[in-house]
């Protein structure tokens, strides 16, 4: 009816297109299973962290000193891989930050991974509304773990994980 404005509506379709397009390879791309044979957690994590955080601008260091990967089934790896996944994630999305400290340790029978960044925080018992953090709750209580949170409006945001392992 408006033969004037075919031209826009090509246009905007085709952005939209494009659009969908690249949000169907991001979730394709999240969806894949990590193999832990050819690379292992560490270099899988540092994979991540290249693709996600560092793309965006964002400063990462490492801690792996205290970390001994056999101690560490494929299940516990997968989902350790996940949950940094997911906190990767919300930290682009959410916490506005320059850098981010990540330390994964074993020992005494435990696997922790520590997640820190200097952004924004929230507020102590605040209520999230995406599903991010019980994704990461959910994931843990399958191997018996816990999450620990702190945070500071302000002064950024720490997410402590900690799974059994074998000794």
């Known amino acids: 009816n408006n033969p004037e404005r075919v031209t826009d509506l090509v246009s905007t379709s085709i952005k939209y297109l494009q659009s969908a397009i690249e949000e169907n390879r991001k979730i394709a791309h999240a969806l894949v299973v990590p193999d832990f ?14 693709s996600m955080l560092i793309t965006s ?17 494929d299940q516990q790896k997968l989902t350790i891989y996940r949950i940094a996944q997911e906190q990767c994630n919300n930290i682009i999305k959410h916490a506005k930050a320059k850098r981010v400290d990540i330390s994964l340790q074993t020992e005494d029978g435990l696997f922790k991974m520590i997640i820190s960044d200097d952004g924004k925080g929230i507020e102590a018992g605040k209520q999230t509304k995406g599903i991010g953090l019980r994704n990461i709750n959910s ?3 399958i191997l018996n773990g816990s999450a620990n949170i702190k945070s500071v409006p302000g002064m950024g945001f720490t997410l402590e994980i900690i799974i059994p392992v074998k000794k």
């Open 139 to 141: 994931r843990l209580s």
């Open 37 to 50: 044979n050819t690379k292992d957690l560490v270099d899988q994590v540092f994979n991540l962290t290249d």
């Open 57 to 73: 601008g964002i400063k990462v260091n490492f801690d792996i000193s205290h970390f001994q990967q056999e101690r560490i089934n």
